[in-house]
């Protein structure tokens, strides 16, 4: 079992930024890959971007050139960058780690943390 705990969510202006951590325990994360999605008031949750456990990245469009997912295996630990932030970028962020991925955007993810959550006013 893996277990993740999101944290770095909060508050910030249209252009700001933020970084989020994916704190993993119970096991190393060296061997999963790792991703970012995210869940909007009312729509459905939504692939972010990913990172392979050898390092490759995948972004969704809407975030592309803004975001940068990044892992640190030492220290167990996902990042997410974010920068110019908008408005449609608050949302409920998920944090979420597999053996296999084999399409983009994920199919499917083996763990879940519980979110946090990242407001960007206008």
């Known amino acids: 079992q893996v277990q993740l705990v999101e944290s770095g969510g909060g508050l910030v202006q249209a252009g700001g930024s933020l970084r989020l951590s994916c704190a993993a325990s119970?096991?190393?994360?060296?061997?999963?890959?790792m991703g970012w999605f995210r869940q909007a008031p009312g729509k459905e949750r939504e692939f972010v971007a990913a990172?392979?456990?050898?390092?490759?990245?995948y972004y969704a469009d809407s975030v592309k050139g803004r975001f940068t997912i990044s892992r640190d295996n030492a220290k167990n630990t996902v990042y997410l960058q974010m920068n110019s932030l908008k408005p449609e970028d608050t949302a409920l962020y998920y944090c979420?780690?597999?053996?296999?991925?084999?399409?983009?955007?994920?199919?499917?993810?083996?763990?879940w943390g519980k979110g946090t959550l990242v407001t960007v006013s206008s």
């Open positions: 979420a780690a597999t053996i296999r991925l084999p399409t983009i955007p994920p199919s499917a993810m083996d763990y």
């Open positions: 119970g096991r190393t994360i060296t061997g999963y890959h």
């Open positions: 990172i392979r456990s050898g390092g490759i990245t």
